[in-house]
């Protein structure tokens, strides 16, 4: 929860996230009022001072709740992963709600873009991720599909579906390229995160829509990775450890299918940047996967499945091959479903569209140029045996 206090905000925290005898590196706030509807905020402890684990336990019998000053949140996020006997759920639900601040920072439309504005929501973006990275790095496929599930869901779907391809794209780079850099881990978390950037410019009457569209809706909808890019282009954000060129990939090209019928520039398999590639078969198995109010989900053979049927026409086979062999689900095709190329993962759906199934699932096997491409092939050594 964020509280406005004279133009500061503040936003509450969790005792147990509380860094223990370390200099701590945000200031501790209270609210002392006795006012259920006013708020006065008092510093209990200044940033750099180290607080044992019986102070925090006198500061819990004392007050209700602690806060931090939202230009702090960038520290506080960082802090927690170096908390001792937190949960990665619990620091997940941190960054996760720190994305979502920071993404209905750029989607509610109160307000005008600035440079300034879109500057400091990259930079938010950027340590929400670098957060992600920290927790999810040695998670597979299905550690990432587990926590999804089990963190609480906002209602607006573009929020959970970007986080959610934000940690499926980092999860999925660190299976194609072992060795990845953080920096090209924070890079792919940063695409998933903002590959629907362009949708602040649709009306939310239509994104937020899981009906059936009109036609109109869906020519619209098509604008969107055309709008962020315009959006990026126009506002000449610069941060040394951002690449912006491959987010710009990310939010242009994540609708363009590898067989070369997407969207807008129907570009045709390996003229796809890497990472929207990556993002696509995020963006693709957390639509189809993840537990929504209106719509039911395929279990994770089915799902992939579905998604065997789409290589070589909507996601690339060679990332796909990884992406299964780290999921280690045996293709053995028992729903017989595919979903149409068309299909389009950013929208929320009341029902899939799953149609009987045409095409044959396609294989394809690393070959070494691919591992030079791309890395060795990562798969969990406690799952080999079902492979
Ligand atoms: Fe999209
Ligand atoms: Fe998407």
């Given at each position: 929860m964020t509280v406005i206090d004279q133009k500061v905000s503040y936003f509450s925290i969790s005792f147990g996230?509380?860094?223990?005898?370390?200099?701590?590196?945000?200031?501790?706030?209270?609210?002392s009022s006795t006012h259920a509807s006013r708020e006065k905020f008092v510093c209990i402890l200044r940033r750099d001072n180290a607080l044992s684990s019986s102070e925090l336990i006198n500061f819990r019998e004392k007050y209700y709740q602690l806060y931090i000053k939202e230009d702090q949140r960038d520290l506080y996020l960082r802090s927690l992963m170096v908390v001792d006997n937190?949960?990665?759920?619990?620091?997940?639900?941190?960054?996760?709600?720190?994305?979502i601040k920071y993404l209905q920072t750029i989607f509610e439309r109160d307000h005008e873009f600035s440079n300034e504005l879109l500057d400091e929501t990259i930079e938010g973006c950027k340590e929400s991720v670098e957060s992600m990275v920290d927790v999810i790095q040695d998670y597979d496929i299905l550690d990432v599909q587990k926590l999804i599930a089990d963190l609480s869901f906002h209602d607006f779907y573009t929020y959970d579906h970007s986080i959610n391809v934000a940690m499926y794209s980092i999860s999925i780079m660190?299976?194609?390229?072992?060795?990845?850099?953080?920096?090209?881990?924070v890079m792919a978390g940063m695409g998933g995160l903002l590959h629907d950037l362009g949708k602040v410019k649709i009306p939310t009457s239509i994104i937020n829509n899981p009906g059936k569209l009109s036609d109109d809706d869906f020519m619209i909808?098509?604008?969107?990775?055309?709008?962020?890019?315009?959006?990026?282009?126009?506002?000449?954000?610069?941060?040394?450890e951002i690449n912006f060129d491959i987010i710009k990939r990310v939010v242009g090209e994540h609708h363009e299918n590898y067989n070369g019928t997407g969207y807008p520039n129907k570009l045709e398999g390996k003229e796809i940047s890497v990472f929207a590639r990556i993002t696509a078969i995020a963006d693709f198995?957390?639509?189809?996967?993840?537990?929504?109010?209106?719509?039911?989900?395929?279990?994770?053979?089915?799902?992939?499945?579905?998604?065997?049927?789409?290589?070589?026409?909507?996601i690339d086979p060679k990332i796909f091959e990884v992406f299964r062999k780290n999921v280690n689900v045996i293709l053995d095709g028992k729903s017989h479903q595919e979903l149409p190329d068309d299909f389009?993962?950013?929208?929320?759906?009341?029902?899939?569209p799953l149609e009987k199934a045409a095409a044959k699932?396609?294989?394809?096997?690393?070959t070494k140029k691919d591992k030079l491409d791309f890395g060795k092939v990562k798969t969990d050594p406690k799952k080999k045996k079902a492979s």
């Open positions: 996230l509380v860094l223990i005898d370390k200099p701590l590196p945000y200031d501790l706030y209270i609210n937190a949960e990665d759920l619990e620091k997940a639900t941190v960054i996760k709600d720190s994305a660190k299976a194609l390229k072992p060795e990845a850099s953080r920096h090209e881990l909808i098509k604008k969107h990775p055309g709008f962020g890019l315009e959006l990026l282009n126009e506002h000449k954000c610069d941060h040394h198995y957390d639509a189809i996967t993840t537990k929504r109010s209106y719509h039911e989900v395929l279990s994770t053979e089915d799902a992939l499945e579905v998604m065997a049927r789409s290589v070589g026409r909507k389009d993962p950013c929208h929320p759906q009341n029902v899939l699932i396609q294989r394809s096997d690393f």
